[in-house]
């Protein structure tokens, strides 16, 4: 989970289109398309936990899907949960999300999940309040996350490989994840270090830089 500080200019507004609540947004690359993106899955990597089970990325279309969860603090009763689709394309990151969900935190939360696109506002005018604190945490929430994404410099030389999801000699770490997801275990000594997939594959590393993979 990621907490949200609410200390930033309102820059991304969060809308309600066809009946349903959106924020999108765009950002022109600081970098090129391949760097942006990748740069783009392993900031969600490290949001969203396992690359497996919460996101997913077709480095091809240069897209990503994830489910991240924000809350105003650690104290807060309730987080949020919502879809994220990233893309990078002729220059440009743009996003969207969507599916919106307010949940409470523990046993006390005091209420069931509230799902933002079935809120009915005549019948139920308090929940307005959720609306209010998404709206601000989606904000600053977005903001952090084009400011991150676009300060990260990701050298893609292997790209090929990374849409074929094949790990190759000479890829570097961030590469190696692009392509197979962070390893299961790391074991390393002086001269190299190993990465250990649960699929029984093995990375090897020396400065860096793989040198070996064995599957």
């Known amino acids: ?6 200390n930033a200019d309102t820059k991304y507004t ?10 999108q947004g765009s950002a022109a690359c600081g970098n090129n398309d391949k ?6 899955v392993l900031w969600a990597l ?9 996101k997913t990325y077709d480095a091809l279309k240069m897209q990503l ?8 603090g650690e104290e807060a009763r309730r987080s949020y949960t919502f879809n994220l689709t990233l ?3 002729k220059g440009t990151l743009t996003f969207l999300i969507d599916k919106i969900r307010c949940v409470p935190k523990g046993f006390l939360g005091g209420f069931t999940t509230v799902n933002f696109d079935k809120i009915n506002l ?26 991150s994404i676009m300060a990260n410099d990701v050298p893609m030389g292997n790209w090929e490989a990374i849409i074929q999801k094949q790990v190759i000699k000479g890829m570097n ?33 020396e400065k860096g830089i793989v040198t070996a993979v064995v599957k």
């Open 173 to 205: 770490e961030n590469e190696c994840i692009l392509a197979m997801g962070k390893p299961e275990r790391i074991t390393q000594n002086s001269q190299r270090t190993q990465w250990l997939y649960a699929s029984g594959a093995i990375v090897v590393f």
């Open 14 to 23: 969060l809308e309600k289109k066809d009946g349903k609540y959106v924020c």
């Open 122 to 147: 005549e019948k139920k005018p308090g929940q307005q309040e959720f609306i209010d604190e998404f709206a601000t945490l989606c904000d600053i929430f977005a903001q952090r996350m084009v400011e």
């Open 87 to 89: 893309q990078v394309k």
């Open 35 to 40: 760097s942006t993106f990748g740069s783009a």
């Open 65 to 72: 899907h994830a489910r991240p969860m924000i809350s105003a």
């Open 1 to 6: 989970m990621l907490p949200v500080a609410a």
């Open 46 to 54: 490290e949001q969203t936990g396992d690359i497996n089970e919460n």
